[in-house]
């Protein structure tokens, strides 16, 4: 039997989480890293399907490279984190299916003939494995900052070139400077966006 997290967890992950843009100029090991991607590659995706894929830009050159596909609006938090990861989908993630499915071969013939159903569930997939990489962040302690607002084509040729890797979402990582916070914004009450039928 499934246990409810306690109340710590959920504050954590949820109440007392919020986007973060200012991060301590302090490193992110590696090891964090491969924590963080162990956590999230346990979220469901359709027919366990794991299209996402990942490149953690860290080093100076590799900054370099993305400041001049992110939107300028935008670029602070990035150029301040010691993270950012790109998170892509690949657009051939049906060929690892034999692997990640073995019981149900026909699924991955499904996809080879039709693309724009491969091609939707990737972008739809990666997109909700970019969410579980946002909550294996917070488990672990750590900050982040979605960026949506950059030229996937520069990121595409700067970082996935020769790959069937395509950009869908920036997220910026760190460690939480908590001296220069914003307060948490509104959100919508239960009314206003659930019915229940």
Not at 45 to 69: D, Q, Y
Not at 86 to 112: G, Q
């Amino acid at each position: 039997m499934t246990m409810a997290l306690d109340k710590i967890a959920l504050d954590t992950l949820f109440r007392e989480a919020r986007a973060r843009c200012v991060f301590l100029d302090e490193a992110i090991p590696e090891a964090t890293l491969r924590a963080i991607y162990d956590l999230m590659k346990r979220g469901p995706t359709s027919a366990n399907s794991c299209p996402a894929r990942i490149v953690f830009v860290t080093s100076e050159e590799g900054r370099a490279a993305l400041r001049p596909s992110v939107d300028p609006e935008a670029l602070g938090a990035t150029l301040q984190a010691p993270v950012t990861a790109i998170v892509a989908y690949d657009s051939a993630f049906h060929e690892h299916l034999p692997r990640l499915l073995p019981d149900e071969p026909e699924t991955a013939i499904r996809f080879a003939a039709r693309p724009d159903l491969a091609q939707e569930t990737a972008h739809r997939d990666a997109a909700m494995q970019a969410a579980y990489l946002i909550m294996a962040t917070r488990g672990l302690g750590l900050g982040c900052w979605l960026v949506a607002e950059f030229d996937r084509a520069k990121v595409d040729a700067a970082f996935l070139s020769g790959t069937r890797w395509r950009s869908s979402l920036l997220v910026d990582i760190g460690y939480v400077d908590r001296n220069k916070e914003f307060p948490r914004r509104p959100r919508l009450a239960f009314e206003e966006v659930c019915r229940i039928v």
